[in-house]
């Protein structure tokens, strides 16, 4: 109802406003209205400010009225398109306000806003399997290490199989989801690589494929770009290359349970 009235409130606009009359010799007065007579054309003349006439046979009617068609049709698809940008802003800014302001990772179910908590790392050595860390954020150490998350399973399911979630973000950093890979009572998030020589750090993930929106200078929507397969899943926020920090990495966990079967 609201686009229809401004429409029409435009197309009104639209035929007060100064427009051409068009001469049948390509010429033309800048006129704000005309009345179509017997045999001329009465118009008031913008650039006199006086009504005046001309001739019916002088006057290219046909030309003025489809320059006038056309002007209403550009600005009703304006005024369309106000309209959406203005609706989509609306939904962003509801969209923004469900978010909690605290840092961390969130999902919306139905009315609900769902926290996803951020889990806790265990570090350990490849050779041994010993655990050098059970601390959040973790410390890596020289050499290879397997970056787990205890537990076979997360404990907060997500709706869909392409999730939308909020990331309220802290500090600037890379982030993604990541596919968490089972191994028996853990769920590996990456093997994180340091080097003791040139002191660079690097993690091997199996990253998925997302899109980014930026809703707000520290918060973030992000989706997947496919369907994802049902499975174990994290947002992951981290740091790689020299002198990095292995312990800013920083992991919440989801579950995707894919959609039901068809019956």
Known sequence: MRVLLLILV????AWADNFRLYLTDGTWHMVREYQKLEDRVRYYS???SDWEELPLDLV???KTESERRSKVEDEK????FDDAEEKFEREVKREISRVPMDPGVYFAEGSEMKTIPRAGLKSMTDRKR?????ITPVPVVPGKASLELPGENAANAVPGEKPQLYFRIDSIQRFTIVRLRPKKGVRVVAIAQSEPVTKMTFFEMDKVDVFRQQLQENLYKVWPTKPLAPGEYAIVQ??????VDAGDMLVWDFRVIGAPPAK
């Open 10 to 13: 435009l197309a009104a606009m």
């Open 46 to 48: 913008t650039e006199r």
């Open 60 to 62: 290219d009617l046909k």
């Open 77 to 80: 698809k304006q005024a369309a």
């Open 130 to 134: 010993s655990i050098l860390k059970i």
């Open 238 to 243: 981290y740091s790689e290359g020299e002198e």
